[in-house]
């Protein structure tokens, strides 16, 4: 497809498992970021590739979660030991490396 | 520092009536900003976007923004809300180069 897809739509898992979630940016698209958000919070950046520039893992809120980018093109977010307040909607974004960002559709993960 | 702000939670319009969901904005240089929607259970996207030129920027869906520089503001219009338009609406600006800062969203909710 033309835009942003995200896998799977829908995670539950229980409490202390690993978690992998996948993202296709657009093709073309060298840029790519990692979203988290939370019921009835904002936006939460965790990570950011360009291109083969070392990723901007700024906004990782712990060592539990990693990401990476294969051949520059699909990302995968790996949560480790997931806790019950990993439970959100997370969200990947691509852009051509400018300012603008398009997001896929998300993935919904919750944590029993 | 770099902010994006919303100052509305959530508002509540009747159908047919018009619509201005604020966006207030902290840099030092004129930024590049942008408007995305988010449906229920879905990503974000893209509404319109401001770079630089001409003030008063067109979007999607008959969306529209005014970027105001003495107000630091970019406020998102329409004139004639319909119920699909029922969603949270998100404003965002530039951080750290090429990143983006989200506000918290306000969520519109129609009548009919």
């Known amino acids: 497809g033309a835009g942003v897809s995200q896998s799977p739509s829908n995670k539950v898992t229980e409490k202390g498992k690993d978690v992998e979630l996948r993202c296709d940016p657009i093709s073309g698209h060298t840029a790519l970021y990692w979203y988290r958000q939370s019921l009835g919070q904002g936006l939460e950046f965790l990570i950011y590739f360009q291109g083969n520039s070392a990723p901007d893992k700024s906004g990782l809120p712990s060592d539990r979660f990693s990401a990476e980018r294969t051949g520059g093109s699909v990302s995968t977010l790996t949560i480790q030991r997931t806790q019950q307040e990993d439970s959100a909607v997370y969200l990947c974004?691509?852009?051509?490396?400018?300012?603008?960002?398009?997001f896929g559709p998300g993935t919904r993960l919750t944590v029993l | 520092a770099q902010s994006v702000t919303q100052p509305d939670i959530h508002i509540t319009v009747s159908e047919g009536a018009s619509l201005e969901l604020r966006c207030n904005y902290s840099?030092?240089?004129?930024?590049?900003l942008f408007w995305y929607v988010q449906s229920p259970g879905q990503g974000l996207q893209l509404l319109l976007k401001y770079f630089s030129g001409d003030t008063l920027v067109q979007g999607i869906k008959g969306f529209e923004a005014e970027f105001k520089r003495s107000q630091s503001s970019f406020n998102l219009r329409k004139p004639s809300v319909h119920w699909s338009d029922a969603a949270e609406y998100f404003c965002?600006?530039?951080?750290?180069?090429?990143?983006?800062?989200f506000g918290t969203g306000t969520r519109l909710q129609v009548f009919p």
């Open positions: 965002a600006g530039p951080y750290n180069t090429d990143k983006l800062i």
């Open positions: 840099y030092g240089a004129t930024p590049y």
């Open positions: 974004a691509s852009s051509r490396g400018g300012a603008t960002q398009y």
